[in-house]
Nanobody, 122 residues
Framework: QVQLVESGGGLVQAGGSLRLSCAAS????????VAWYRQTPGKERDFVAG??????YYADSAKGRFAISRDNAKNTVYLQMNTLKPEDTAVYYC?????????????????WGQGTQVTVSS
């Protein structure tokens, strides 16, 4: 069982930046497909960014502003979020799947973190 722990959320003004971290208990985490999703009340989780086999993927809303990266030595994946907007306000979740996983489908992921709140004020 892989445990994922997110951190780095908080309150920031529009135009500001945050870096989210997703730390995993799995020593082979570098081989996992990892993605960030976000969710607002009453809505489904939406894909934000993913990394798989060295390739990165982004939702249109994240392109040019967000960057996903991983530090394999620390079993950690990051989401650098810049130029934040009020509409980025959500609970952000880290998700991981062993091997090849469809980053664009939340149902494809086996493991989820508890989520971290990001609030962007206008």
């Amino acid at each position: 069982q892989v445990q994922l722990v997110e951190s780095g959320g908080g309150l920031v003004q529009a135009g500001g930046s945050l870096r989210l971290s997703c730390a995993a208990s799995e020593r082979t985490f570098s081989t996992y497909t990892v993605a960030w999703y976000r969710q607002t009340p009453g809505k489904e989780r939406d894909f934000v960014a993913g990394v798989r086999d060295g390739n990165t993927y982004y939702a249109d809303s994240a392109k040019g502003r967000f960057a996903i990266s991983r530090d394999n030595a620390k079993n950690t994946v990051y989401l650098q979020m810049n130029t934040l907007k009020p509409e980025d306000t959500a609970v952000y979740y880290c998700a991981a799947g062993a091997g090849w996983t469809n980053v664009f489908s939340a149902r494809a992921f086996e493991y989820w973190g508890q989520g971290t709140q990001v609030t962007v004020s206008s």
